[in-house]
């Protein structure tokens, strides 16, 4: 039998940035832990989602969710843009577990509908998506702002 984790997942504090920090390296997005802290203050005060997943009190995953207003649905949109765990507990639960929670309370906020957004490349992640009954549903583009 497969050793299971004791899996906690909680709303994130800023005590958790070091943790998340690791994780984001992982995804392919370095930071320093002071600015990584910046951006966590300053989502906090916007009223958005951050979820952790820990395993005796180490960060090993994270989610955010977001509630964006649009005008052509009569509800808001939940939008799951960011899920990473430790690459060593993949495969356990807790990328489900972190993915259910965030979907709990964009569900409790009235969205009738969640999306997630996905690198083109992470193939694995894909899958692991349409596992939890996600769909392809469009195309997504992006486009780097510059100032002029």
């Given at each position: 039998m497969t050793n299971v984790p004791k899996v906690c997942v909680r709303p994130a504090s800023s005590s958790d940035c070091p943790g998340m920090v690791?994780?984001?390296?992982?995804?392919?997005?370095?930071?320093?832990?002071?600015?990584?802290?910046?951006?966590?203050?300053?989502?906090?005060?916007?009223?958005?989602?951050?979820?952790?997943?820990?395993?005796?009190?180490?960060?090993?995953?994270?989610?955010?969710?977001h509630i964006t207003p649009v005008l052509h649905r009569p509800t808001s949109v939940g939008r799951l843009t960011m899920l990473v765990v430790v690459e060593e507990m993949r495969g356990r639960g807790i990328g489900r577990a972190l993915v259910e929670t965030a979907e709990r309370e964009l569900v409790a906020a009235g969205c009738e509908l969640i999306e997630v957004t996905s690198n083109e490349k992470l193939d694995t992640a894909h899958a692991f998506y349409e596992r939890l009954g996600y769909?392809?549903?469009s195309h997504r583009f992006g486009k780097k702002a510059r100032a002029e």
């Open positions: 690791t994780l984001l390296r992982q995804l392919g997005f370095p930071s320093s832990v002071d600015s990584l802290r910046e951006r966590f203050e300053a989502f906090q005060r916007l009223g958005e989602r951050v979820y952790v997943a820990t395993v005796d009190a180490e960060v090993v995953g994270v989610v955010t969710a769909e392809r549903t």
